[in-house]
């Protein structure tokens, strides 16, 4: 991934890493053979090597602070295209992924680091690899003193090198448990500082209840973080002290054997610079690999949610015949739906056809399986029985970029983009970004034509609240924003609309009304609506009822039937007596 990032960047890195390993063993080579000089009195060659050493310093500083730049730039660029790696496999997801905790617990680990920890893998293996060539030369001087030195020096370090990869799977392990906390507390800290929530924490005063929710959770979170510390710190300073015990006991052996001739000076300096160091680089070797150990497991997150499969599969599959062509328009055959882990369908044994430039309303109370059936006609959920056909296709089986082009969407829960009127609007139709006389035409078929002439910049204004010079919208104002996307994408066949009016005020919603015909005319609409002045104008209304079809048929019929739509539309007209 790194050199897929930066190839000309990692490979200077590595090249730079093969130079920094060779040289502290010939500084200290250096440092051998210019004691031995001070002692021997040989004044030129106290001065070749002064300044060879020197020059070696000097080399040694440059390398790493040459490394050390490649690696920040290095960084900065593989932890942004993790970022993206992480983001375009979420636009691949289905909606059912981001509607389950699990996922967002996954996702949660996988995006935690995944700006550094990437890179702490790329620089900690070079590290490896530059400290086993560095201790190579180390062990080759050292050899020549001791083969049980070198021995030593190997041992030493092992117990606090297995104690640090233990630890560092208990940290791995209790973040990962943790995760559901680690969203809490983000969710919590949304909620106490963000425009979505401000207005209602204040109004009903548990702004004080949150924060000292949040304030018990974190708590209990670095109290576990520091109880880990603790049982860490400890061992690892035990086993350190082991290792250095080594040290000067090997030590002592070369001061011993300087006293009493059997090596020189330069050599006892040589032999307990390449010990030291050496065991460092060996410490070095090993923590890195205990850590490696733990960027693997967290890496293992990662690359679970990367390898994560998009649902295709389905459940069994009932067709029916439909009472039109297959072939044309929008049919439903037997369609029924449970969300994972649910024990009842939302939706359940439902037939319906659409024909082409024919007007379909969805009427019901809540949770009557409304919005459901609209993802289902979308494509955002694959039927767990049934068949959502478009023109003879599989809804769910077209392609993404294919399929969006057949449907223009008002959502109930519509976004609310932090960018300019052209993006809110224009991202109905992308490729339209430009085209200002289309963007202006979509804004008046959505009621937002006063608005965008209110604005100090018309399409290029700012909205919401998130950045500079943004303008605040009313609930109403953001609807017609919103509905104005949808009428940006005019060449789609099949417009949808949920609760399009729910947020108009009293002259933008009858407006609407008037204008349904005409807006929707040589489209296929699906219309969700409590409101019957809307509801009334389409040629074709289904009652829903728990997930099943209650009545069917025009608004004068179902009048006529005295059912539940007769009922519903009795209140609603008793309501404005």
């Known amino acids: 991934m790194a050199y897929e990032s930066a190839p000309r960047r990692i490979a200077l890195i590595v090249v730079l890493t093969l130079v920094q390993s060779g040289i502290p063993p010939a500084i200290i080579w250096v440092g051998k053979t210019l004691v031995d000089s001070v002692v021997a009195g040989a004044v030129p060659a106290v001065r070749r090597f002064i300044l060879l050493e020197v020059l070696l310093v000097l080399s040694l500083f440059v390398v790493q602070r040459s490394t050390m730049f490649l690696r920040q730039r290095l960084g900065a660029k593989l932890g942004h295209d993790v970022n993206v790696k992480i983001l375009e496999k979420a636009l691949t997801l289905d909606l059912t992924d981001f509607e389950t905790p699990a996922f967002y617990d996954q996702l949660t680990r996988a995006r935690r680091e995944a700006s550094s920890r990437p890179m702490l893998v790329v620089t900690e293996t070079l590290d490896i690899?530059?400290?086993?060539?560095?201790?190579?030369?180390?062990?080759?001087?050292?050899?020549?003193?001791?083969?049980?030195?070198?021995?030593?020096?190997?041992?030493?370090?092992?117990?606090?090198?297995?104690?640090?990869?233990?630890?560092?799977?208990?940290?791995?392990?209790?973040?990962?448990?943790?995760?559901?906390?680690?969203?809490?507390?983000?969710?919590?800290?949304?909620?106490?500082?963000s425009d979505d929530h401000a207005k209602e924490v204040k109004i009903l005063g548990v702004g004080s209840l949150l924060l000292e929710r949040y304030k018990t959770l974190g708590a209990r979170i670095i109290e576990e973080d520091a109880a880990l510390l603790g049982r860490r710190t400890r061992w690892g300073t035990l086993l350190s002290l082991l290792a250095t015990g080594v040290y000067y006991g090997v030590y002592a052996t070369m001061v011993f054997a300087a006293t009493e001739g059997a090596i020189t000076l330069g050599e006892m300096t040589l032999y307990a610079a390449a010990f030291r160091q050496g065991q460092q680089s060996f410490e070095s070797v090993l923590t890195t690999l205990g850590g490696m150990h733990e960027h693997a497991l967290y890496l293992s997150n990662l690359f679970g949610y990367l390898d994560r499969a998009v649902t295709t599969g389905r459940g069994v599959t009932v067709p029916v015949a439909s009472t039109v062509e297959p072939q044309v328009g929008l049919s439903l055959?037997?369609?029924?739906?449970?969300?994972?882990?649910?024990?009842?369908?939302?939706?359940?044994?439902?037939?319906?056809?659409?024909?082409?430039?024919?007007?379909?309303?969805?009427?019901?109370?809540?949770?009557?399986?409304?919005?459901?059936?609209?993802?289902?006609?979308?494509?955002?959920?694959?039927?767990?029985?049934?068949?959502?056909?478009?023109?003879?296709?599989?809804?769910?089986?077209?392609?993404?970029?294919?399929?969006?082009?057949?449907?223009?969407?008002?959502?109930?829960?519509?976004?609310?983009?932090?960018?300019?009127?052209?993006?809110?609007?224009?991202?109905?139709?992308?490729?339209?970004?430009?085209?200002?006389?289309?963007?202006?035409?979509?804004?008046?078929?959505?009621?937002?034509?006063?608005?965008?002439?209110?604005?100090?910049?018309?399409?290029?204004?700012?909205?919401?609240?998130?950045?500079?010079?943004?303008?605040?919208?009313?609930?109403?104002?953001?609807?017609?924003?919103?509905?104005?996307?949808?009428?940006?994408?005019?060449?789609?066949?099949?417009?949808?609309?949920?609760?399009?009016?729910?947020?108009?005020?009293?002259?933008?919603?009858?407006?609407?009304?008037?204008?349904?015909?005409?807006?929707?005319?040589?489209?296929?609409?699906?219309?969700?609506?409590?409101?019957?002045?809307?509801?009334?104008?389409?040629?074709?209304?289904?009652?829903?009822?728990?997930?099943?079809?209650?009545?069917?048929?025009?608004?004068?019929?179902?009048v006529a039937s005295g059912g539940v739509y007769a009922q519903l539309f009795q209140l609603q007209r008793d309501g404005y007596l």
């Open 129 to 193: 690899g530059r400290s086993i060539l560095t201790l190579s030369g180390y062990a080759v001087l050292l050899f020549s003193y001791s083969p049980l030195a070198c021995l030593a020096l190997a041992i030493a370090s092992v117990p606090a090198t297995l104690a640090e990869r233990y630890f560092g799977k208990l940290a791995f392990r209790m973040r990962n448990w943790r995760s559901p906390d680690t969203r809490r507390l983000m969710y919590l800290e949304r909620v106490m500082a």
């Open 333 to 558: 055959q037997a369609v029924s739906f449970r969300y994972p882990g649910a024990q009842s369908f939302a939706v359940r044994n439902l037939s319906l056809d659409v024909p082409p430039g024919k007007s379909l309303a969805l009427v019901g109370f809540n949770g009557a399986g409304k919005s459901t059936l609209v993802k289902l006609i979308l494509g955002l959920y694959v039927p767990t029985e049934g068949h959502v056909l478009l023109n003879g296709r599989e809804v769910s089986s077209i392609p993404e970029v294919d399929r969006a082009k057949e449907f223009a969407v008002v959502f109930q829960d519509f976004s609310r983009y932090q960018l300019t009127v052209r993006e809110n609007v224009g991202f109905g139709e992308p490729a339209r970004l430009s085209d200002d006389p289309h963007l202006e035409d979509a804004a008046l078929k959505g009621g937002a034509r006063e608005l965008l002439s209110r604005l100090p910049g018309r399409l290029d204004s700012q909205l919401g609240k998130w950045f500079d010079e943004g303008a605040e919208l009313s609930g109403g104002e953001w609807q017609s924003i919103a509905l104005s996307r949808a009428f940006a994408r005019d060449k789609a066949p099949i417009l949808i609309l949920d609760e399009p009016t729910a947020a108009l005020d009293a002259q933008a919603e009858a407006t609407l009304f008037e204008r349904f015909v005409e807006l929707t005319k040589g489209r296929t609409s699906i219309l969700i609506s409590h409101r019957f002045p809307t509801v009334r104008r389409a040629d074709h209304i289904v009652v829903l009822d728990r997930g099943e079809v209650r009545e069917r048929g025009t608004h004068e019929e179902l």
